[in-house]
């Protein structure tokens, strides 16, 4: 384990004139997040499949006197990803911040009880739709005066857990990418973290845990504040993984 993050409190955090795009925000903790990015001054750029939760986030938003552009979007089209990227260049000329979070869980099972489909599923939308949108969007990161980006992964990356293991395997995946390119830009301006928020109280973690209370667990809107942190300008640190339930940065071996 390392230091707490060098970033602003969520109540200094000023996003005015930044441009935040967030994948999987129309529920769950990418929800939660869009929400605090707009209310730190964000334009969201709100990407999922259902327009009603997409439109509901625009609702509260702009009720709070924020903005949103909503992207009805299957992140399987990995062609839309490319576009996405096209527009957001030709709109703003940048992006500032970048929160890889929409996910699947796939299914809790035995690795040879595991369909080929669902496995293929959640290693698309886990890690290829997100080294795609690494791709559009990692140019426009670098046009921002302080791009950042915020991976999210998971303590299932780490613990491999049985019945876990296509879940496991693309958090892992997915980490392990983020490093690199945050390795690849450490003599930029961009900073890349990945997330673990912990169990939270969601959609995917009530498929995982079935017979757990969820009054138990974190809201989300709970965790959202301290993943935002990791959007200030003021943010050091990159190539490192927020343990949200800790509050430290776990540090993995940089390369030579
Ligand atoms: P939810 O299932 O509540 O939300 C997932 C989001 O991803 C939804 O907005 C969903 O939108 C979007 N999404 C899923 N598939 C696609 C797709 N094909 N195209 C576009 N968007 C898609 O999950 P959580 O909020 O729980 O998870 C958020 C992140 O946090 C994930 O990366 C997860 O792995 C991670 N995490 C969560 C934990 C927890 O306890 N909740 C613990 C550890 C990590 P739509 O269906 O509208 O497309």
Redesign the pocket.
């Known amino acids: 384990m390392s230091a707490a993050p060098s970033t602003a409190s969520p109540d200094t955090l000023d996003l005015s004139g930044r441009v935040a795009l967030v994948?999987?925000?129309?529920?769950?903790?990418?929800?939660f997040v869009a929400k605090e990015l707009a209310a730190a001054g964000a334009h969201v750029v709100a990407?999922?499949?259902?327009v009603g939760?997409l439109e509901e986030l625009d609702d509260e938003i702009r009720a709070a006197g924020g903005q949103a552009t909503l992207v009805p979007?299957?992140?399987?089209d990995m062609a839309g990803i490319d576009r996405l990227g096209g527009a957001i260049h030709e709109r703003w000329g940048k992006l500032d911040v970048l929160v890889a979070?929409?996910?699947?869980l796939g299914v809790i099972a035995p690795l040879g009880h595991v369909e080929a489909k669902v496995f293929e599923k959640v290693m698309a939308?886990?890690v290829t739709?997100t080294w795609r949108m690494i791709r559009s969007v990692d140019p426009l990161l670098r046009l921002s005066d302080a791009g950042r980006a915020i991976v999210?992964?998971?303590?299932?990356a780490h613990s491999a857990r049985a019945f876990w293991g296509p879940y496991a395997a693309s958090?892992a995946a997915v980490e392990a990418m983020a490093r690199s390119w945050a390795d690849e830009t450490r003599n930029t301006p961009l900073r890349i973290n990945c997330v673990?928020?912990?169990?939270?109280r969601?959609?995917?973690?009530a498929q995982a845990m079935p017979g757990e209370n969820p009054q138990t667990?974190p809201h989300?809107s709970d965790v959202a504040a301290k993943i935002v942190a990791l959007a200030s300008p003021a943010l050091t640190e990159t190539g490192l993984i927020l343990d949200v339930p800790n509050g430290r940065f776990v540090r993995y071996r940089m390369p030579e």
């Open positions: 994948t999987g925000a129309s529920r769950g903790i990418g929800y990407v999922a499949r259902t939760g979007l299957d992140l399987t979070n929409a996910a699947i939308v886990n739709a999210m992964s998971s303590g299932a958090k673990n928020p912990g169990a939270t969601t959609a995917m973690r667990l989300p």
